[in-house]
Each structure stands twice: as structure tokens, then as C-alpha cells.
């Protein structure tokens, strides 16, 4: 079955969310962009991207492709989506670096889940021949 797609999507899901992660809980301190993402918890966004990171590499290493984990999956990336949205239009205190750093991982992100929609959709239609 092709799940090449899907698996490249949620790997680059992976890599971006341990990259963040390790920037946000190195920096953290000494970067105030990336608490202004992580509504001043920048060392708790870090581990929280740890753990989501660690369950997105479990369903492709154990090739978990089914709707709750691939769905679950896509709400989380979702849901961030729509807080840093909510984030940018109402929060007056964030910095332009604030801004951008906010405003560039929600474009990552919604593209993470675009495609992981469709190589899932793909997935279930070849799945289903």
C-alpha cells in the first residue's frame, strides 16, 4: 500500500516539532520570541512538543495508519493552528519577532495537516480498492 504521502508528512511533522522543541526548551530564557509563542511557558511548550513529536513517530514506526491516530494527529496540529490564530489577532503585547515566529510555525503546521489529510484520504482510497 503507497503511504508515501502520509509517512513523509508526519516525518516532517516529527522533525519540526523535536526542532522546536529543543529551541524552545534550550532558548527559552534567552529568546523572549519563543515564550511569546509559548504563552511564557516556553520549557512546558517544549516537552508538550516532546510528547506529541514521541506519538507521531510511534504511529509511523508501528504504522498505526488509522482514522484516530491520523485523525487525532490532524485536531492537534488544528487546534494549534486555530490558538495561534486567536493568539495573533488578540494578543497586543507580542513583538514582531513574536508575530512572525507565531505566524510562521501556524503556516508550517497547517500545511503538516493539509497533507497528512490527503495522504491519509489517499492511503484509505488505495486501502479500499
Given at each position: 500500500m503507497n503511504t508515501h504521502l502520509l509517512r513523509k508528512a508526519l516525518s516532517a511533522n516529527i522533525i519540526f516539532s523535536t526542532f522546536s522543541a529543543i529551541l524552545s526548551i534550550l532558548f527559552y530564557k534567552a529568546w523572549p520570541p519563543i515564550n511569546q509563542?509559548?504563552?511564557?511557558?516556553?520549557?512546558?511548550?517544549?516537552?508538550?512538543?516532546?510528547?506529541?513529536?514521541?506519538?507521531?513517530?510511534?504511529?509511523?514506526?508501528?504504522?498505526?495508519?488509522?482514522?484516530?491516530?491520523?485523525?487525532?494527529?490532524?485536531?492537534?496540529?488544528?487546534?494549534?493552528?486555530?490558538?495561534?490564530?486567536?493568539?495573533?489577532?488578540?494578543d497586543k503585547s507580542l513583538t514582531i519577532e513574536g508575530y512572525l515566529l507565531v505566524g510562521l510555525s501556524s503556516a508550517i503546521v497547517s500545511t503538516f495537516a493539509v497533507l497528512q489529510w490527503q495522504g491519509y484520504r489517499l492511503f484509505k482510497a488505495e486501502k479500499s480498492k
Open positions: 509563542m509559548a504563552s511564557g511557558n516556553g520549557l512546558i511548550f517544549g516537552i508538550q512538543l516532546l510528547i506529541f513529536a514521541g506519538f507521531i513517530l510511534f504511529v509511523v514506526v508501528k504504522q498505526k495508519f488509522t482514522g484516530p491516530f491520523i485523525y487525532s494527529i490532524i485536531v492537534l496540529d488544528i487546534l494549534y493552528v486555530l490558538g495561534s490564530t486567536i493568539r495573533l489577532l488578540m
